[in-house]
Each structure stands twice: as C-alpha cells, then as structure tokens.
C-alpha cells in the first residue's frame, strides 16, 4: 500500500494510479466468528469493543464488475460498528452468509472475519468492467447504501429494495480498512474544502438525518417547524440540528451534559434542554412508564418553544418513545430510524389516535437523497460534526468511545491518511464557509 499512498499524497494522475500493482492483502480493523460468543451472558454496557475489534492484514477480494476499490484515508465509527463488536443484537455473521448464498459474488463476503466500517473517504484506484461513471484517481466518500440494481424492488426507492444492506454491517469490505470494496453507486463526491478525516464522518449520519427530515420520504420538515431532537449533538441530531436551522424551522435539542448545551448554543441552536440536569424519570420501573413525566418534559418543551414540537426525531428507542409519542403536536410526526436504548417500544395509543399523529420509520437513504446530503456538506452548507480522531490501530478504543456515549458529534479513523488536516483542495472554499465553523466539534472535543 506504501506506493498507492506515496501517490495519492503526491496526486499523482488517475492513469498512474490505475498502473500502480494492487497488494495481495491490506489492513482491516475486523470482528471473528469464532470470538461472536465471547460476551454472552454480559450486561451491554460491559461488552467492550477494545476485546473484538482486531486491527490485521486480510486478504484483498475480486473486484465484481460493478465495483471499485477505494484507498480508504479515512473513515469514521458509526453506531452500527459498535453493535457488530458487541455481536447485539446478532452477530452480523448471519448477514454474511444470507449474502454468501444470494450470487457469486456475494460468496466472497460469507468470511470468518467480518471487516467493519460504513463510512470512508479516498481515493478510486480501480473500477470493474461495467463502471461508468468513476475512475482511478477520483476523490470520493462512500455511502452505505448497497444496493442490487438488477432487481425490480429496488427501483422506486432503493432502500426498499428486497435484498438492500447495509455496507460494512451487513456486508463485509467496510470502511475501517486501508482499501475498500464498494459498488459503484454507493460513491459520491468528496468535499474539497474538506479534509480527509472531516470528509469521512458525514455519509452514513448526514443522509439518514437528510432523508428523514428533508426528503419526502420522511417527515418532512416546512419553514416553522418546530422540531425536537433527541441526541441533539451525537452522530445523528448534529445533523438533525442543522437541516432544522437550514430549512427554517426551530431545532429543540436534547442533550446530558452541559459541555454539550454549549456547543449546541455555539452551533445556532436556541432552545436546549439538559436531561440529565432535568433528570426526566420516564421509566418508573422497568415495566412502568409516568405520565407525569411526560408532562413535566412536555412542559419545558412548550416553555422553551412556545408549542408542541411538530417533529420528534426520534433514535434513542425504548427509553424516550413513550414521551416522544406524548410530547407531539396534534398531527405531528415522530420520525424514527432506531432504538438504541431497547427496540421493543411501549407508548400510550390514547396519545396517538386522539391527538392524529403518525410514527413514520426511516432507514439511512437512497443514492439520490444521500447524493443532495452529500451535495450540501460540498456547498458548505452542511458543517462535518467532527470531534475526534483515532488512528486505525485504536478503532476499539473510538468505537468504546461511542458505545459509552463518551463523545460528541462524529469519530474519525486515520487508515491511510498519515495525520490529521491532508486531503484540502479548495482552501477558497474552507475560509468562506469559516474554519471556525468547520472545526467547532473538534475544537470542542479537544
Ligand atoms: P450517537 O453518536 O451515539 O448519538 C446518540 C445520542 O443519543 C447520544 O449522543 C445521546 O445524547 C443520545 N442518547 C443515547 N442514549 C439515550 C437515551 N437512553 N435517552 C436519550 N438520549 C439518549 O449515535 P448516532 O450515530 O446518533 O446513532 C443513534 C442510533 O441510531 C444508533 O442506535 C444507531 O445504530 C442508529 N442509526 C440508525 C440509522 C439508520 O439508518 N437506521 C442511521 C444512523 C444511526 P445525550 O446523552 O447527549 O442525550
């Protein structure tokens, strides 16, 4: 990889990295199979990444005709990274082998090891026979969108696609790697004001925010819009926060400490709420819910905003939905694309039917909407939240980070990127938007 990284650093042209010899294998951050057991019986909080991430040389698969391979610079941890090193709520292993049996080259990815990452930054060094639109030398990110375009389900919307996965999850050749193996539709253009690491933070948590706030797939958002966001300054609410400042409306953040009320004032986001100074009890037991609760948090919501929040942009799952259901407008929209704290949901229906309002599910994106997000992170429109960065040697360190809720904004992983601020094209372009602006996570972080 030394001589692909040489000339990427140098920028040599796309023909002369396309000549470059390609190495037999490359280095992966990965889980085992035969380690998948190795926290049984553990309570979540204690199954640590650190144990199941391994840090190795693996070897380099064909390239199907529909894919290229990217030199990874950077790339990012992502929430479902830590679900796959803690193997909850399955290992991912079994995404591996349904895939395996689909084609032949699905079989390349029923593997041992499972090579993690949805997110990357870099650089095309080869494109299979059928790719058209990229080539050797192109700067991309990636998003995890993938997809088989050869089947009907996946043409009006491909995230309803009957076999859609997500890369890096529920397939293998993920981002935190040195090299990538993407299919051609998942790359997207890389921010040229950007460098490598606060390039490699945004797809997967930019496109999943965009789609369920500004697509018409999701809530969607109008000019007004009072919206409240849970997690307001973690991977997914620092772009929620944004599309709601962006599209006029009024973000209500939710955050648990204080250094993050700050850094979300910093950001243009008003209305704050600390939870954990609120000390909201809306699980009484660990089978009863308060309604008073509810009322008190609904309470300082109105307090803060005036109304009932039109949105809820919900992830957080078992812990906040019974409020989030509650906490609605009449005919408001609680839009929700996870469940980190627990996935079987309970909430009063009376709040629901009564009061009209609708739960809306949403999953990461499709090409196109990830391609918009993507779009406006290029325009400057969009600020990467990135707070900190690891080398690829301590991605079980990063991904604890994010499994202990010990982070802000976005995690960023060095592959092949030897240190942090390469990978700038438009130096114009980064001071209009404002350095300021575009390090304030990670000038936070520090
Ligand atoms: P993250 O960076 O860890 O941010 C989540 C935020 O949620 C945290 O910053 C935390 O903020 C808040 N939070 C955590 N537990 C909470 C609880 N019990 N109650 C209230 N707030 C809580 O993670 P993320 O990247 O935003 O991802 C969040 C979830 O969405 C994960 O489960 C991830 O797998 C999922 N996800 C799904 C998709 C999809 O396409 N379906 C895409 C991206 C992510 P405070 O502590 O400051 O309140």
Redesign the pocket.
């Known amino acids: 990889m030394d001589q692909i990284l040489q000339a990427v650093l140098d920028g040599a042209p796309g023909e002369a990295l396309a000549e470059l010899p390609l190495p037999e294998s490359y280095r992966a951050a990965f889980v085992r199979r035969d380690e998948a057991q190795m926290f049984d019986g553990m309570e979540s909080s204690a199954k640590d990444p650190r144990k199941s991430l391994h840090v190795g040389d693996v070897p380099l698969p064909e390239l199907a005709p529909d894919e290229a391979y990217v030199a990874v610079m950077a790339s990012a941890i992502?929430?479902?990274t830590?679900?796959t090193s803690i193997f909850e709520p399955l290992p991912t292993f079994g995404f591996l082998d349904r895939l395996g049996k689909e084609s032949r080259w699905g079989a390349r990815h029923a593997l041992d090891y499972h090579v993690v990452g949805s997110d990357a930054s870099g650089v095309v060094i080869r494109t299979g026979s059928a790719v058209r639109n990229w080539s050797p030398g192109d700067k991309v990110t990636v998003h995890c969108n993938h997809v088989d375009d050869q089947d009907p389900s996946a043409h009006d919307d491909s995230i309803l696609a009957a076999n859609q996965r997500?890369w890096g999850f529920e397939t293998n050749f993920g981002g935190l790697a040195d090299v990538a193996v993407v299919k051609a539709n998942q790359l997207m253009p890389k921010p040229r004001h950007l460098s490598w690491e606060e390039s490699a933070v945004n797809a997967?948590?930019n496109s999943?925010a965009y789609r369920m706030l500004v697509s018409h797939n999701g809530a969607p958002m109008s000019q007004g819009d009072r919206v409240l966001v849970?997690?307001?300054?973690?991977?997914?609410?620092?772009f929620a926060v944004q599309y709601v400042l962006n599209g006029g409306g009024t973000p209500i953040g939710?955050?648990?400490?204080e250094s993050?009320v700050a850094l979300l004032h910093e950001l243009g986001v008003e209305a704050v709420i600390d939870?954990?100074a609120g000390n909201y009890q809306f699980w009484k037991d660990e089978f009863h819910q308060d309604e008073s609760e509810w009322r008190r948090f609904g309470k300082d919501v109105r307090g803060l905003v005036g109304e009932d929040p039109d949105i809820v942009f919900e992830?957080?799952?078992?812990?906040?939905m019974g409020a989030s259901v509650f906490v609605a407008k009449r005919g408001g929209t609680i839009v929700t694309?996870?469940?980190?704290?627990g996935y079987m949901i309970e909430y009063d229906n009376r709040h629901l039917w009564m009061k009209l309002k609708t739960i809306k599910g949403?999953?990461?994106?499709n090409y196109r909407e990830a391609w918009d997000a993507n779009a406006l992170v290029c325009e400057g429109k969009i600020l990467p939240p990135l707070s900190a960065v690891y080398p690829l040697t301590e991605v079980g360190e990063a991904a604890y980070q994010?499994h202990r809720?010990l982070?802000?904004?976005?995690i960023g992983v060095l592959c092949l990127a030897p240190e942090e601020g390469l990978g700038i094209d438009d130096p114009e372009l980064r001071a209009k938007v404002g350095e300021d602006r575009i390090t304030l996570f990670r000038r936070h972080g520090a």
């Not at 992830?315 to 906040?320: E, S, V």
């Not at 694309?337 to 704290?341: E, F, K, L, Q």
């Not at 949403?362 to 994106?365: E, G, R, Y």
């Open positions: 992502n929430f479902n830590v679900w997500i997967l948590c999943t849970w997690g307001a300054t973690g991977g997914l609410g620092s939710v955050v648990s400490s993050k939870r954990r992830h957080p799952g078992r812990f906040t694309c996870a469940a980190t704290s949403s999953h990461f994106a994010v809720n982070h802000e904004g976005k």
